[in-house]
């Protein structure tokens, strides 16, 4: 069966463009077509620059991932109409070609600990990890997720190097606490070096790392809870968003439900960083500014998330996150559960603990 593609394709040449463009094709595909098929479809029309082959990283729908997967998984994950960008925008030099220098130079941080045939191995497998890492995006000096997998690896192998190698990833400017996962960023992600990852955390200060996470996730938290729910109170006319987080707690059905329109941020299932906290109380206010911006740029009335720690983030702080990202943001934000209580008919700000919040919950 053939199918149709809708591509709006990255352009740019960093010699002749003071800014990048994009360029629409149509083009025709089939069951078992590759990503790389259709970059290939797309050079036949139109000359552009990019590496031919199925290892070749690059951005599609904001999913990051290789040539060689199939396009009809991409589609039935997001759409056929596709945004094709490389792996990395602040790195283009040549439409999908990037310059991959501080990925490479981070992967030699470590040559001391392994031979060149592994630094080379390393710098095959591992750019993905580097350049898909949202902390990348606020802070380009990240010492990158391959770095911590490299580090994993000499640590596994050579017990006896695990100080220094720790030393190495564990800067306060630009380390490992730094670390957001990668989970709803990489397609088909493999969750084993999160695995991992998150091991070298607790190796790097175990107490301290555990509790913290444990208090800004609310980790025990049933806040989340949206079963036998009761509506006698609808929001037919308002543009409601949600934050998921990792954890998967899917509100947008409630909200549908509710008669309200959804509003699906891309940045709904963002990590939070909660162990930067540890050594920067304002890496994690960038993210959740990112989040709140998205939702009001979307027009959403209000914002819904997990519980009472992304309260305490989202709406306590939200003066501090407004400094952090340099706009002025005054979006109200209540957890599922208040949502869930004036979904069922509660009105009393107090008993639903709105008179706490710092951003005016005006809707009642």
């Not at 709006?8 to 360029?23: A, R």
């Not at 509790?211 to 996730?217: E, H, Y």
Request: one cysteine or more.
């Amino acid at each position: 069966m053939i199918n149709e593609l809708h591509v709006e394709l990255f352009k740019f040449d960093s010699k002749l463009d003071y800014l990048p463009y994009y360029k629409k094709y149509t083009i025709k595909y089939q069951e078992k077509d590759t990503i790389l098929s259709v970059l290939n479809k797309i050079n036949t029309i139109d000359k552009f620059s990019y590496e031919s082959t199925v290892e070749f990283n690059l951005k599609i729908n904001g999913l990051y991932l290789n040539a060689g997967e199939y396009i009809k998984n991409i589609v039935d994950l997001t759409s056929s109409d596709f945004i094709i960008e490389p792996v990395s925008i602040f790195r283009a030099i040549n439409d999908l070609i990037i310059d991959k220098t501080d990925y490479l130079e981070k992967i030699l941080l470590f040559k001391k600990f392994v031979t060149p045939m592994d630094l080379d191995e390393y710098a095959s497998n591992y750019e993905l990890d580097y350049y898909a890492s949202n902390t990348y995006n606020i802070n380009r000096d990240y010492i990158g997720d391959h770095s911590l997998l490299i580090a994993s690896d000499i640590i596994e192998q050579t017990p006896e190097y695990t100080q220094e190698v720790l030393n190495i990833i564990g800067s306060p400017e630009d380390g490992i606490l730094y670390h957001t996962s990668l989970e709803h960023r990489v397609f088909n992600y493999d969750s084993s070096k999160e695995k991992r990852i998150k091991k070298l955390m607790l190796m790097y200060d175990k107490v301290l790392v555990l509790k913290n996470a444990r208090d800004l996730l609310g980790v025990g938290s049933s806040e989340s809870s949206v079963s036998s729910l009761k509506i006698s109170q609808e929001f037919k006319g308002f543009n409601i968003a949600s934050f998921d987080g990792l954890a998967k707690v899917d509100i947008a059905k409630t909200i549908k439900e509710s008669q309200a329109n959804y509003i699906n941020i891309k940045l709904k299932n963002e990590d939070l960083a909660p162990y930067s906290t540890l050594v920067s109380d304002n890496f994690s206010l960038k993210i959740a500014g990112d989040i709140l911006l998205q939702a009001k740029d979307e027009n959403a009335d209000f914002l819904v998330v997990r519980g009472a720690a992304d309260i305490s983030l989202f709406d306590n702080k939200q003066k501090q996150i407004e400094k952090a990202v340099g706009r002025e943001i005054d979006l109200p934000v209540i957890s599922v559960m208040q949502f869930c209580k004036v979904l069922e008919g509660e009105k009393d700000k107090r008993v639903l603990g709105f008179d706490k919040h710092k951003v005016n919950v005006s809707f009642l």
